[in-house]
């Protein structure tokens, strides 16, 4: 089955930024939108950010999307999630979803049960 790999998690201090990384374990990359989500200890895993096939269209959740972005190169086989001014509430693990989408490249989701693929997910902790 297909399966995401994150990377570039870690300890960070309040008000700094981390970019976290996401590729599939095969080669084809460009049929998917892409998600990313996260989910503390006891808690329930929420939307962070989505991205279309092509790229062209992002959505966030509205108390971050004035801090984190969401971009992807197909050429890389790569998608990235740019947080900045990270909060200690952010202490989480970051998850990114694939689901496999035909012709339409602007679509996106924002539901944790519209995607297919998961990765293990990459520990970010920011302490204060």
């Known amino acids: 089955q297909v399966r995401m790999v994150e990377s570039g998690g870690g300890l960070a201090q309040a008000g700094s930024s981390l970019r976290l990384s996401c590729a599939p374990s095969e080669h084809t990359f460009n049929i998917y939108a892409m998600g990313w989500f996260r989910q503390a200890p006891g808690k329930e895993r929420e939307f962070v950010a989505a991205i279309s096939r092509s790229g062209g269209r992002t959505y966030y959740a509205d108390s971050l999307r004035d801090r984190f972005i969401c971009t992807r190169d197909n050429a890389k086989n790569m998608v990235y999630l740019q947080m900045t001014t990270l909060k200690p509430g952010e202490t989480a693990v970051y998850y990114c979803?694939?689901?496999?989408?035909?012709?339409?490249?602007?679509?996106?989701?924002?539901?944790?049960?519209?995607?297919?693929?998961w990765g293990q997910g990459t520990q970010v902790t920011v302490s204060s």
């Open positions: 979803a694939a689901r496999r989408v035909e012709g339409d490249r602007t679509i996106y989701y924002i539901t944790a049960g519209d995607y297919e693929y």
